[in-house]
């Protein structure tokens, strides 16, 4: 059987699935980074290696995330490509009549505007973690609530509380103003969810015309409570994927397809062996120009193996 496969490497997850030639998950693992990009990549792909039985061939891989160079040349990566593409391409292929996707993971958010199954817009947050899932997993923990009940406790509350959502610093000294006047963990919660998605509606969907149908993914959109607040808040149905939460991997996964199959040639990928071998990042600063470039090198058995972040090319040009 051709298998093909995607990763997503980002700061709090790494995901790793494999499709059939038919787009069919038959492979999907969600792991914690943990600070550690290409120790979880390993993770993840020994596992899909213990899955595969003699007659499973991969034909091509596709790598996004913020660390999808690094990753991408580890694995030796067919496609490499940005969050935005890669979310796209598996949310169009399940959803052809997509028009606004809404995307929260763990340390970012994205809302990605469609039409005609092409990418026409784009908004990104990376400079506050206000809505994101590390925000809501740190509620969570001060609140006591687990992580998995927190939304079903939201669609629970009695009362309408208003929280600041516009920053992660003025959010918990609202809640915890809140909770001193004696709401409940539950009004409490569904006033954050609100409040999050108030806030990012506002900031990535200002100026843009959102349009149904909606779909939601990252791993934020298994929190029923945010679910209900956009519902709420833009007045329709949003749409969960059945794999909401490695939706970039599918998306890269299918773009690797497309690309050795239009292409016709041969899967870059170097095999599992990968997974025994050490792979070292360095930086530093180049001095050659006023940029200051910071340039990332990839060390394995003492030689370095690939260089990027070069403006120039000076250094990337020359492995």
Same mark, same amino acid.
């Given at each position: ?17 494999a499709l059939d030639e038919n787009i069919n998950v038959l492979f999907s693992k969600y792991i914690r980074t943990k600070g550690q990009p290409i120790n979880s990549v390993k993770e993840g792909m020994a596992m899909l290696k213990e899955e595969l039985d003699d007659s499973c061939v991969v034909k091509a891989v596709g ?14 990566? *067919?496609?490499?490509?940005? !969050? ?22 763990? #340390?970012?958010? =994205? ?11 784009? +908004? ?14 740190? #509620? ?11 939304? *079903?406790?939201?669609?629970?509350? #009695? ?7 516009? %920053?992660?610093?003025?959010?918990? +000294?609202?809640?915890?103003? =809140?909770? #001193?006047?004696?709401? +409940?963990?539950? *009004?409490?919660? =569904? ?36 679910i209900k607040a956009f519902e709420d808040q833009i007045g329709h149905e949003v749409i969960i994927p059945k794999h909401f939460n490695v939706m970039g991997a599918i998306g890269m996964a299918i773009m690797a397809k497309n690309q050795v199959e239009h292409s016709g040639q041969s899967s870059k990928f170097k095999g ?5 071998? !050490? ?6 600063? %180049?001095?050659? %120009?006023?940029?200051? %470039? ?16 070069? =403006? ?8």
């Amino acid at each position: 059987m051709d298998i093909f496969i995607g990763i997503d490497t980002g700061s709090v997850s790494t995901n790793v699935i494999a499709l059939d030639e038919n787009i069919n998950v038959l492979f999907s693992k969600y792991i914690r980074t943990k600070g550690q990009p290409i120790n979880s990549v390993k993770e993840g792909m020994a596992m899909l290696k213990e899955e595969l039985d003699d007659s499973c061939v991969v034909k091509a891989v596709g790598v996004t995330g913020s660390g999808r160079q690094m990753i991408g040349l580890m694995v030796g990566a *067919d496609v490499v490509k940005n !969050e935005i593409t890669a979310h796209a391409a598996a949310t169009t292929h399940f959803y052809p009549d997509v028009q606004t996707i809404f995307e929260i993971g763990g #340390q970012d958010s =994205k809302i990605i505007i469609v039409k005609n199954g092409i990418v026409t817009d784009f +908004s990104m947050n990376t400079v506050c973690a206000a809505g994101t899932g590390s925000f809501l997993d740190h #509620q969570s923990e001060r609140l006591g609530v687990d992580i998995s009940e927190f939304g *079903d406790l939201a669609l629970t509350a #009695q009362n309408d509380v208003r929280i600041a959502g516009r %920053c992660t610093v003025f959010a918990e +000294s609202d809640m915890i103003a =809140k909770q #001193q006047y004696g709401y +409940s963990k539950a *009004d409490i919660i =569904k006033g954050l969810c609100d409040a999050l998605v108030r806030n990012y509606l506002n900031n990535l969907g200002r100026g843009k015309t959102l349009n149904p149908p909606f779909v939601f993914q990252g791993g934020v959109a298994a929190n029923k409570g945010i679910i209900k607040a956009f519902e709420d808040q833009i007045g329709h149905e949003v749409i969960i994927p059945k794999h909401f939460n490695v939706m970039g991997a599918i998306g890269m996964a299918i773009m690797a397809k497309n690309q050795v199959e239009h292409s016709g040639q041969s899967s870059k990928f170097k095999g599992f062996d990968f997974i025994n071998l !050490e792979f070292t990042p360095k930086s530093f600063e %180049c001095t050659g %120009c006023a940029n200051s %470039c910071e340039v990332i090198k990839v060390i394995n058995n003492g030689k370095t193996i690939a260089m990027w972040g070069d =403006k120039c090319g000076k250094w990337s040009s020359s492995i």
